[in-house]
Structure formats: structure tokens, C-alpha cells
């Protein structure tokens, strides 16, 4: 469902604000369009290569400002490739007294536009979203996210899709009855879901400040919050779930925002484990670095083995419902002399699993 959104998003797109241009090159630009808005989401191959090269590719050059620009470009390209009759060129035309150009790349600017704005309501809405998003690399490998939207979101979805197949409807009633659209068939129709989408988005911003006031006004256990984080529920825009974090403990807690009152004391908290040879030197790995490098509210664990400790690092954003599909963890294990013996980028369902 996630691909779907952001195919019918670009398709919306075009037809909203790009209406002509399609009606004047056909089923390619509409391709390249729909390329530009769902190129990025290529990085989901990355999951066949194993937890390592999903936590390295995921969300990161194809969800980068700078990886935004080279969907934009291959698109182009792809639009170019199609399109064998686009052949934009300018000539000189005699001006009174100087000669005058006669730009023909008008068009081409519209094209361009309607690929960049596909690529960059991807962007957009995966930052919205709950996903978290490298935007800065290869310079930042830091995850950013806005944590309004769940990963994959059936009101968005069904905004989307009804945008699309109802003015079909309205059409083939209009046919039925003989009355004439004034606009092109669904421009109207687009344009209203990109209205609704913004206030959708917009009542999203609002509820989650709301659930952060309420995580950032209440004690859990005795313990004032440091850091706080709500994350959206999939079905219910008035239910999140709250990470908290606190000088000794990770709690998670769910946030109804309407119904039952908020109860801090409903939070399920973890202390966190004691600093300890073992932990420090599991830290300071390489793995361990990229790992937290990728990851906001990470949570360590410490189990003692017969060779000697197993510290597994991963991120309490994936505890929480509606998470990832694929969510990775760090796990280091050390000797009896808490030196590193392997470390590894893992699935995070195999640390339960052992």
C-alpha cells in the first residue's frame, strides 16, 4: 500500500495541475511522472540483501535531497525516452532593433515541474511520515521524520484513490444524462483531494502536538520525561502510541486522545541497563555506531552467554504498533574478557527469537 499511495498521489498530481501537458504527450509523461513519484521506494530491494544492506539503503540516497535530484533526472530521461516526438528548440526571431528569442522551452519547464513536484511530494510525504528519512545524506546519516503519518496510512489511501475513481463516475453519469464537464474530465475532482489531503495532514500536525503536550506534562514512575515521541496509529488519526524517555528508564505508553483520559501510570517502562565494561566497548563498535547513527530512542540489552555477553541495540520506535515491516538491530557479542568477537546488523525478530 505504500508504493500505491505515492503512485496515486502522482497520478492525482498530473491530473490536477498538469492536464495539458498529459493530454498533449500521452501515457509517456504520465509514466514519467508516476516514475518520479515512485522511483525513490527502489531502495525497498535493499531488504533481499539482508538486515545490513536494508538499514544502509532504506530511506537513505533515494530519500536524500540529493537522491531527489537524481530521480528528477532519470526521469527526465525516461520521459525523453518515450517521447520521441518532444523535440524542444528555440530560434531567433528580428526584433525592431535587436534580435529577440522565442523561448519554446516553455513546455519543457512545465514538464520539469511536474516531475520535480512528484519527486518531492514523496520526499515530503515519507517525512511526514513515521519512516524517518536520511535528508541529508551522504553529509548526515541521521534520520529525520515529523512522525504525523503512519508508514502506511488507509485514509490516505482511500483520499486517493476515491479522488481518482469518482469523477469517473461523475462521467459516465454526465455521458448517461448528456451534460458537458467545463473543466477537463477530473482536474476538479484532483485539485478538491489536494485540499482535503492538506487539511488531513494539517488535523495530523495538530493531534500529534497534542499527544507530545500531553507525553511532555505527566511523571511515569516518578521520573519527569527527557525525550518524547508519539507516533501515529494506522486505523484511528485520535489514537498514537508515546516513547518516553527518562534519566533510568524507556517507557512506552499508549495516547487516546479522546474517549478514556491519559494515564501515564499505564506506561510499560524498561530501565535501562547499567553502564558496564561490556556495554561501553558493545557501544563503540562500528556496527553499534551505525546503528545509533540511524536510530532515535535506541534501547541496549545485556545477556550474559556461556562465552560471554550478548548486547543487542535496537530502536523502541519498533515496539510500538504500526512499525516498520523490516526492523533491524545491532547485536555484538564479547568474550570473557568483554572483547568484541562478532558484531552484526541483524533482523530484529531474530533477538527474540534467540
Not at 16 to 24: E, G, I, L, Y
Not at 181 to 193: C, F, I, L, M
Not at 230 to 255: K, R
Request: glycine share 6%.
Amino acid at each position: 500500500m505504500h508504493l500505491a499511495i505515492h503512485a496515486l498521489l502522482s497520478v492525482v498530481l498530473a491530473r490536477a495541475f498538469f492536464f495539458r501537458q498529459v493530454a498533449k504527450h500521452g501515457w509517456p509523461l504520465l509514466v514519467a511522472i508516476v516514475l518520479a513519484g515512485t522511483l525513490a521506494d527502489l531502495d525497498l530491494l535493499a531488504a533481499l540483501f539482508g538486515p545490513a544492506a536494508y538499514l544502509a539503503g532504506r530511506y537513505t540516497f533515494t530519500h536524500s535531497l540529493l537522491g531527489t535530484l537524481a530521480v528528477i533526472f532519470v526521469s527526465g530521461l525516461m520521459f525523453r525516452a518515450l517521447d520521441k516526438s518532444y523535440a524542444p528548440d528555440k530560434h531567433l526571431a528580428l526584433g525592431k532593433n535587436r534580435f529577440q528569442v522565442s523561448d519554446k522551452f516553455a513546455p519543457l519547464r512545465a514538464i520539469f515541474l511536474a516531475l520535480a513536484l512528484a519527486a518531492v511530494l514523496h520526499l515530503l510525504l515519507d517525512f511526514f511520515s513515521n519512516s524517518g528519512v536520511a535528508l541529508f545524506w551522504p553529509f548526515q546519516f541521521a534520520r529525520y521524520s515529523a512522525d504525523w503519518l503512519p508508514n502506511i496510512d488507509p485514509w490516505l489511501f482511500a483520499l486517493l484513490l476515491a479522488g481518482l475513481l469518482l469523477p469517473e463516475l461523475r462521467r459516465l453519469i454526465s455521458s448517461e444524462i448528456g451534460a458537458k464537464e467545463k473543466s477537463p474530465r477530473g482536474q476538479t475532482g484532483a485539485r478538491v483531494v489536494f485540499v482535503l489531503l492538506t487539511l488531513y495532514i494539517g488535523a495530523r500536525f495538530l493531534l500529534h502536538s497534542s499527544s507530545l503536550s500531553l507525553l511532555e506534562s505527566r511523571a511515569y514512575h516518578g521520573e519527569i520525561p527527557a525525550h518524547v515521541a508519539a507516533l501515529p496509529d494506522a486505523f484511528s488519526p485520535l489514537h498514537w502510541s508515546g516513547i518516553v524517555e527518562t534519566q533510568s528508564m524507556l517507557c512506552t505508553v499508549p495516547i487516546p486522545l479522546a474517549g478514556k483520559p491519559f494515564n501515564s501510570e499505564a506506561a510499560r517502562c524498561q530501565h535501562k541497563p547499567d553502564i558496564s565494561p561490556a556495554l561501553a566497548t558493545a557501544q563503540q563498535s562500528e556496527v553499534a555506531q551505525k546503528y545509533l547513527r540511524a536510530t532515535r530512542f535506541p534501547r541496549a540489552s545485556v545477556a550474559s552467554t556461556t562465552a560471554g555477553t550478548a548486547v543487542a541495540i535496537r530502536s523502541m520506535r519498533d515496539l510500538a504498533p504500526g512499525a516498520p515491516p523490516h526492523a533491524v538491530a545491532a547485536q555484538i557479542l564479547l568474550d570473557a574478557h568483554s572483547r568484541i568477537a562478532s558484531e552484526q546488523i541483524v533482523w530484529a525478530q531474530e533477538i527474540h527469537e534467540r
